[in-house]
């Protein structure tokens, strides 16, 4: 029931935008954060936004570049992916749960499907 959209090919340097969508209302009253998975590798967290005061949680090596964000009039979480890095090329996961160790995966009750990006040199 969430919907991860937005992914695609990009070259170093450049950005997308992310989109999770929620069609059954998982987002009221949960955190929301973006994991990744990248091949041979285990699934990381990268950035959560909690619902009551959107307060924002970003790992280091994606803090400065990447920016989350929620619009719970339309049911959507965003994650801005700039100045992009192979390294980041990976699956992005959207999650959504109510526990407070925003950083593990067990923490989310409900999980988007993925989206690929691939960042090229």
């Known amino acids: 029931q969430l919907q991860a959209s937005g992914g695609g090919l990009v070259q170093a340097g450049g950005s997308l935008k992310l989109s999770c969508t929620d069609s059954?209302?998982?987002?009221?009253?949960?955190?929301v954060a973006w994991f990744r998975q990248a091949p041979g590798k285990e699934r990381e967290f990268v950035a959560a936004i909690r619902w009551s005061d959107r307060n924002t949680r970003y790992a280091n090596s994606v803090r400065g570049r990447f920016t989350i964000s929620r619009d719970n009039a339309k049911n959507t979480v965003y994650l801005q992916l700039n100045s992009l890095t192979p390294g980041d090329t990976a699956v992005y996961y959207c999650a959504a749960g109510g526990g407070e160790s925003y950083w593990r995966t067990n923490t989310y009750d409900y999980w988007g499907q993925g989206t690929q990006v691939t960042v090229s040199s």
């Open positions: 059954k209302r998982a987002f009221t009253n949960r955190g």
